[in-house]
């Protein structure tokens, strides 16, 4: 870990041996500057520029909020099931399972046409409390927000099929809380960086508008956020529920299987109430996962190299955190100039997955390497189980 000494805060990083660029750091450097972070920032190794604040970060505060920290994708998180299928009894071809995967969950900009009984089952806890949100922030709109539950989107999401050490056969799914939590996320950055100019406060960066406490804006922007943190978990349970039910299907012809571990799902852009260096605090994390002592996290590469599943050492210096991937290292669009679609399959070797120009920025070349990444972190977590993609579902 070092300590890199700001204006302000201190910032301490986990960054040994991983690219920090000079933007990412003038970023953190912002966000340290603001006035109710408490005691430092936290800036994990998969850390890269972002909206306002740094991908890759965790911020405690008192008294105030920064709705840009969490960001638009509120929610967004991962879990994993352990089954107990194993590799030899997969087919050689997988092109039909993902395919079938593909079927069951609508990717990229779909959505129901016909919302299952078990999402609108789910979506029923979920409804009055956006109504709530909607009846107080009527702009805070989106059509049929219950038709992409157990919906993945686009962009990193994924759906995969991994084998671990023994062989084991895994679901891993990231997605978050789709367009409503995109829309959410939206309205209120905005409404902050309007209520930041009607009170005359300076930022070195509008996108660090923030909430104080005790304010109709702050609580009504907690309460969204929590529903929509809701909205995510739910999301992905229910998309593992599914892809459980594909690989039950007869016709891909598996054999019976049950369910070898608890699974882990965990958020990485969100925000929580903690206790941290003697103050009760809300910690932000953009891009990093809660790794108290003894919790199980997820930690995944990109489509061709390896994921991890995580124990947390509980480092009181991070925050209890530690990165929510591998992190990016080249932009979408600087990807899409650069890697060939040579590159793509190459680096996709032996995945079963789209091999096409729609997912050319997100080719293993353009993160950094995962295997830095986990040793910039060994003081935050330890590896329980190591994880190889053999089937990946892109939006």
């Keep these: ?17 991983v690219e920090f ?19 430092h920032i936290a800036i994990m190794p998969d850390v890269h520029v972002g909206i306002g604040a740094t991908v890759g970060s965790v911020i405690p505060t008192i008294g105030a909020i920064v709705p840009a920290a969490v960001g638009v994708d509120i929610g967004c998180g991962m879990v994993a099931q352990r089954t107990t299928l194993h590799a030899n009894d997969l087919p050689d071809d997988l092109g039909p399972l993902r395919h079938e995967i593909e079927r069951i969950v609508p990717v990229g900009f779909g959505a129901h046409r016909n919302v299952p009984a078990s999402v609108a089952t789910a979506w029923e806890s979920l409804a009055p409390g956006l109504a709530t949100i909607r009846a107080k922030h009527p702009k805070v709109a989106g059509k049929s927000p219950e038709a992409q539950l157990a919906t993945l989107g686009g962009g990193n999401h994924f759906i995969e099929i991994v084998l671990d050490e023994e062989d084991a056969v895994w679901v891993v799914l990231h997605s978050g809380s789709r367009n409503i939590g995109n829309r959410i996320g ?58 459980l039910g594909a690989l039950r299907d007869r016709k891909l012809g598996l054999p019976k299987f049950g369910l070898a571990e608890r699974a882990v799902n965990c958020h990485h852009n969100y925000v929580a109430k903690e206790h ?5 605090v809300l ?31 509980g480092n009181p210096d991070s925050f209890e955190s530690c990165s929510h991937g591998a992190g990016r290292r080249m932009a979408r669009g600087e990807a899409r100039n650069r890697i060939t679609l040579t590159d793509l399959k190459s ?42 993609q053999i089937v990946c579902v892109k939006g």
């Design 347 to 388: 680096q996709t070797a032996g995945v079963e997955c789209r091999k096409d120009r729609g997912v050319i920025d997100e080719a293993p070349a353009a993160y950094k390497d995962i295997d830095d990444v986990m040793a910039a972190q060994r003081d935050l977590v330890a590896i329980v189980h190591t994880l190889k």
């Design 276 to 280: 941290h260096f003697g103050a009760d």
């Design 186 to 243: 939206t309205y209120f950055i905005e409404r902050a960086k309007t209520e930041m100019e009607s009170l005359g406060v300076g930022l070195r960066d509008r996108n660090l508008a923030y909430f104080t406490e005790s304010t109709r804006n702050f609580d009504d922007y907690i309460d969204a956020v929590g529903w929509a943190q809701d909205f995510a978990q739910a999301n992905r349970a229910l998309m593992l529920e599914r892809v």
């Design 21 to 39: 660029d000079d933007n990412a750091r003038n970023q953190v450097a912002a966000m340290a500057s603001l006035p109710f972070i408490h005691s």
């Design 283 to 313: 910690v932000t994390r953009k891009g990093a996962v809660r790794a108290g002592k003894g919790e199980l996290g997820i930690i995944p590469g990109s489509m061709g190299a390896r994921s991890y599943i995580v124990r947390g050492k």
């Design 1 to 17: 870990m070092k300590t890199i000494t700001t204006s302000v805060h201190p910032v301490k990083a986990w960054i040994d041996g």
